[in-house]
């Protein structure tokens, strides 16, 4: 009797959850009618007929994030590298996605992955580096055009790695080390340039400065040369006029001849000094004649000044 209840108990709770069914927020069951299909049963509570009715599947239509595995590529220089990335799909329609194909997650993977191939394909490897986003769009394009019939939306794809080989690896590797040195260098020279410019440029300049300080130092010492003679010949010209004013007075030609005889006798008796033998004027009582050569000298001054 316990047994027998056991068992009709069982039955019980199995028609009960095949007939009242719950469908949770954002999923979507599909409801067949003798294996045919019948509705979408939507968030909510439903009643099926027992045996004639069942849940085919379910589905969630928040959005899923299916893992692209990682595939080798061969870019347009036939270089291999491997690429694997992220695929967002969301159901847009259950039923398509129940009876449009057997597995949409599985031919969304296979899709990408085909499509990833072609893209990197049509790419250099530096390209492949820089043009993610172009790479994205033609994924998610392709895909989704695709799996329009499937009742399933592609909403965005994303490239996790690309990793090319080692060799590959290294070569890069090499060439950047390479196009650094080449950067280097080139920063070097330019520096170098730089710097041999500004030096002839000073060089310039100061032989510029010296030869114009040269160039006024010369006007300066030949503008005061020509000053220092000016001031020297009006010194002079000053001086004759005194002289020939002096001799115009009284008694300045008594005071000239007494001045010129005593500058004689000084200058006379230094030659006899510094002379080992003295010599002596034979006719030294005639050295009147040197006054009157002066006398003379002294009326031809006077001649002028008064003609001036």
């Known amino acids: 009797m316990v047994f027998l209840s056991a068992i009709f108990l069982v039955i019980l709770v199995w028609i009960i959850s095949r007939v009242f069914i719950v469908v949770p ?22 009643f099926l007929v027992p045996i004639i009715d069942r849940v085919a599947y379910r589905h969630t239509l928040k959005e899923e994030v299916i893992d692209v595995p990682p595939q080798v590529c061969i870019t347009r220089d036939n270089v291999q590298v491997e690429v694997d990335g992220i695929l967002y799909i969301r159901v847009m329609d259950a ?17 990408a992955q085909t499509s990833m191939r072609s893209e990197v394909g049509k790419l250099d490897l530096d390209h492949t580096f820089s043009e993610r986003e172009k790479i994205n769009d033609a994924v998610i394009k392709s895909v989704d055009t695709a799996s329009d ?24 590797e090499q060439q950047m080390k ?4 080449k950067r280097a260098e080139i920063a070097h020279s330019e520096g170098a340039r730089a710097a041999t410019i500004n030096r002839s440029e000073g060089n310039k300049q100061e032989s510029i400065n010296i030869s114009e300080g040269e160039k006024q130092k010369r006007i300066n010492e030949a503008e005061g040369a020509a000053r220092a003679i000016e001031l020297v010949a009006e010194a002079t010209a000053e001086g004759i006029r005194e002289v020939a004013q002096a001799l115009n007075a009284p008694g300045g030609e008594d005071a000239l001849n007494l001045q010129i005889a005593q500058e004689f006798i000084k200058r006379f008796g230094h030659v006899v000094a510094k002379a080992q033998t003295s010599v002596v004027p034979l006719d030294i009582g005639r050295i009147d004649g040197v006054f009157r050569g002066v006398s003379d000298v002294v009326e031809g001054m006077k001649t002028k000044a008064g003609t001036k």
């Open 25 to 46: 927020y954002q999923q979507a069951f599909i409801q067949e009618r003798l294996g045919n299909y019948k509705r979408t049963l939507e968030a909510g509570f439903h």
């Open 95 to 111: 039923r398509k996605a129940s009876y449009g194909i057997n597995n949409y997650r599985f031919a969304a993977i296979q899709l």
């Open 149 to 172: 019939p499937w009742g399933v939306k592609v909403t965005r794809y994303e490239i996790r790695n690309i990793i090319p080989t080692e060799g590959v690896l290294h070569t890069m």
């Open 178 to 181: 390479a196009e650094r040195d």
